[in-house]
């Protein structure tokens, strides 16, 4: 059985999606987060290309930089392949062309002020995408290397095997959406051979590809921003009856409603590690008891079916 992980998203870090220029108060928000993760147990930092612009990488770098120790100790992964609001309309496009990659980690390594990343993620699928030059992309990273393994994001099994027949290393991790809000991954697993189910977007058999081919799981926003533990901005009326719920185990099992939401999630088969993105110290201690709590199958259930709204066939 996999050890029980937590990951931690920087996302949130750098001072918003803007062109501002980067403050004290960031570096010390940052310092405090990191700080604050590793006294719970966590070591694996998230990062992408494009959060707040590159900044959240050059926050974590200038840290880096000043704890130069700090890098034997922890997993650091980012991820590429989303150009942000590059297209018309604003929109962003995807580009996993060997040439835009190769850039990208250059880019990301130097933000980061690291020789290499432990993971580098394409960030999601690129209808153009061409799975032979991607698997050339990833071989001159690791032989020059940068980076030492390689997964995805947002992406189905068709895609994910696609990709990984012209590689020749596994792809060892897919980071996808999962939360008690956000179940689609077990949705479509009790949803066979019913009618007028809901599309689930190429997310069946997912969860079984990742067992048998030992690919982790690593699910964002597993606790909503907050939506079921606390932030009434977020919570519906149809919510009460889950909140009052996740708060009776959370007194049960004697822990937070935070960590009751993540154990929720890990429970799940196979590696599945929640990616937790709060920059609050207290929030990020408030998790650390998800590693070690065990829900009992009827409080697992109990949870799922109650955040469904329905009974479950």
């Given amino acids: ?30 310092e405090n987060a ?9 070591t694996n930092f998230d990062h992408a290309d494009i959060y707040t612009l590159g900044k959240a990488e050059l926050v974590f770098g200038q840290v880096l930089k000043a704890n130069p120790a700090l890098r034997d100790k922890i997993t650091l992964q980012s991820k590429a392949g989303i150009c942000y609001h590059k297209g ?18 250059d880019t990301i390594l130097k933000r980061l002020q690291t020789d290499y990343l432990d993971v580098f993620m394409l960030h999601r699928p690129d209808v153009l995408m061409n799975p032979e030059e991607i698997a ?7 032989k020059a290397g940068k980076v030492k393994r390689f997964g995805v994001s947002n992406m189905s099994l068709h895609q994910i095997d696609f990709i990984q027949k012209q590689c020749d290393d596994p792809l060892v991790v897919n980071q996808i959406e999962l939360s008690l809000g956000h179940s689609l991954l077990i949705d479509s697993e009790i949803l066979v051979n019913r009618v007028n189910t809901q599309d689930f977007n190429g997310i069946e ?52 409603a935070s960590a009751i939401l993540l ?24 998790c650390k008891d998800a ?3 065990e829900l009992s199958r009827l409080d697992w259930y109990n949870l799922w079916i109650t955040a469904r709204g329905e009974k479950i066939p």
């Fill in 1 to 30: 059985m996999a050890k029980k992980e937590l990951i931690y998203g920087c996302m949130g870090w750098g001072g918003g999606w803007n062109n501002k220029p980067l403050t004290s108060d960031d570096f010390k928000l940052a």
């Fill in 34 to 42: 990191i700080e604050a993760a590793l006294e719970i147990g966590i």
């Fill in 88 to 105: 018309v309309m604003n929109s962003s496009i995807y580009d996993l062309s060997k040439t835009y990659l190769l850039q990208q980690v």
């Fill in 136 to 142: 050339d992309a990833f071989r001159a990273l690791k």
């Fill in 205 to 256: 058999g997912l969860l079984e590809y990742s067992q048998s081919n030992n690919m982790t799981i690593q699910a964002y926003s597993p606790l909503m921003g907050g939506r079921f533990t606390g932030n009434n901005n977020l919570a519906a009326k149809e919510d009460k009856k889950i909140i009052e719920l996740i708060n009776q185990l959370a007194e049960k099992y004697n822990t937070t």
């Fill in 263 to 286: 154990a929720w999630v890990m429970k799940i088969p196979g590696n599945i590690q929640p990616i937790i993105g709060t920059t609050n110290p207290q929030r990020i201690a408030a």
């Fill in 291 to 293: 590693v070690t709590i």
